[in-house]
């Protein structure tokens, strides 16, 4: 069983007013992008500007499947999520794939993370 992970267009309200119409997955909202800005417009992982240290994603949608092979072809970073800014073990909550154009390795030498709690 692999997680898929979508970031969608959608903010929390919206999702709220159309209610959870996917039978399969959760919409999960309140994650904070560490190291990068996501582009709303573009719908892709971007540089964060200048002194901007975290940012807000809209909502993302998180599913199971079952034997999903994903394929490594650089069309999205492997960001990993984190309960807080502190990066162990013990903090790690999943592995989200991120849209983005630039390879993953742009990603991860920036340090790229996902964060549920910014304190």
Same mark, same amino acid.
């Given at each position: 069983? *692999?997680?898929?992970?979508?970031?969608?267009?959608?903010? %929390? #309200?919206?999702?709220?007013?159309?209610?959870?119409?996917d039978?399969? $997955?959760?919409?999960?909202? $309140? @994650?904070?992008? #560490?190291?990068?800005?996501?582009?709303k417009?573009m719908?892709? @992982?971007?540089?964060? +500007?200048p &002194?901007k240290? *975290?940012?807000q994603?809209? =909502?993302?949608?998180? *599913?199971? %499947? &079952?034997?999903?092979? #994903?394929?490594?072809?650089?069309?999205?970073?492997?960001?990993p =999520?984190y309960?807080i +800014?502190?990066?162990? $073990?013990?903090?790690?909550?999943?592995?989200?794939?991120?849209? *983005?154009e #630039? +390879?993953?390795?742009?990603?991860? @030498?920036?340090?790229?993370?996902? @964060?549920?709690? %910014?304190?």
């Open positions: 069983i *692999s997680l898929v992970t979508e970031v969608t267009a959608f903010e %929390k #309200e919206e999702i709220d007013k159309k209610g959870n119409q039978a399969e $997955g959760v919409y999960i909202w $309140g @994650l904070f992008l #560490e190291g990068a800005a996501w582009d417009k719908s892709k @992982l971007v540089d964060a +500007p &002194k240290l *975290s940012w994603i809209p =909502c993302m949608f998180v *599913s199971a %499947k &079952k034997n999903v092979r #994903e394929e490594r072809n650089g069309i999205g970073y492997h960001c =999520c309960t +800014p502190a990066r162990t $073990g013990l903090n790690y909550v999943f592995t989200a794939t991120i849209k *983005s #630039e +390879p993953e390795w742009y990603w991860t @030498l920036r340090g790229v993370a996902l @964060l549920c709690s %910014k304190d």
